[in-house]
């Protein structure tokens, strides 16, 4: 089941750090190839051998990303898409793939962001607010995390270390059903009792005043619903322990 932060439904600060823890342009397919890492927003995404994109009728196309060991099959229409497809082993006929092809991911609505070693990455293609993300392990299509975040780039770094372990930095999002500009005490106090705010997080106070910067900046009205936002740091071992780490930073922003 996917998770969502969206309290109604389910864009964007940059984080600061301190932590404490360990395209449809022709009537044939469109192929594109690298031999090293690539980047996509902040982060350093693993390069594909090839990626190829297929248009379909009114406007829908077919995405296939092929690494070595594994192929992304992604189904797009405009903001929508179904869940992606994973296939083990080698590149496949972007053109005649059928629907029963490979693994379902559980990713309905999102977009591949990239590979980092073992995992693969995807956001939200039509949020509200928060984005959601998914982190899946690329070897058998199992979704290890979900949350949200906001930014562009979407994640600051992800990266992955010698020992396998992947380590992701982003600016964590939460979606409020109401307003903390409007009613700082009450509101966090909710999120903090519907447990939308992790634990160590939830010891802590909003800053008086977090949000009103933003909500001047952006014209909105003092009632509208808010996003809090965080610094985080996710580590995703390789023997499937999570673990997550906060900036001392808590900020607020108006829902669009």
Not at 41 to 52: D, L, Q, Y
Not at 53 to 73: F, K, M, S, Y
Not at 151 to 176: H, I, M, Q, W
Not at 221 to 227: A, G, K, V
Request: a neutral charge; proline letters at 8%.
């Amino acid at each position: 089941m996917m998770l969502s932060s969206r309290p109604p439904l389910p864009r964007a600060p940059r984080p600061s750090f301190r932590l404490w823890a360990v395209v449809f342009c022709a009537l044939a397919p469109i192929a594109l190839s690298s031999p090293t890492s690539g980047a996509a927003g902040g982060a350093r995404f693993e390069a594909p051998a090839s990626k190829t994109t297929v248009p379909g009728e009114e406007g829908r196309q077919t995405i296939c990303t092929v690494w070595r060991d594994i192929t992304v099959i992604e189904r797009q229409d405009g903001p929508v898409s179904e869940a992606a497809r994973l296939v083990r082993g080698g590149e496949v006929d972007c053109g005649k793939v059928r629907d029963d092809t490979g693994t379902a991911l559980d990713t309905a609505g999102m977009a591949l962001e990239g590979r980092v070693g073992p995992v693969l990455l995807f956001t939200a293609m039509d949020p509200h607010g928060a984005i959601d993300f998914a982190v899946v392990r690329a070897r058998d299509g199992e979704v290890l995390m979900q949350e949200a975040l906001i930014g562009s780039p979407s994640f600051a770094s992800a990266t992955v270390g010698g020992d396998g372990a992947v380590t992701l930095k982003y600016v964590r999002a939460r979606n409020a059903p109401c307003s903390l500009r409007q009613d700082e005490r009450g509101c966090w106090e909710k999120l903090v009792a519907d447990g939308a705010i992790p634990g160590a997080m939830a010891k802590r106070a909003l800053p008086k005043g977090a949000c009103v910067g933003s909500y001047r900046k952006e014209r909105a009205p003092d009632d509208d619903p808010s996003i809090v936002t965080w610094g985080q740091v996710t580590i995703l071992a390789a023997d499937g322990s999570i673990t997550k780490s906060f900036s001392e930073t808590i900020g607020c922003r108006p829902l669009p």
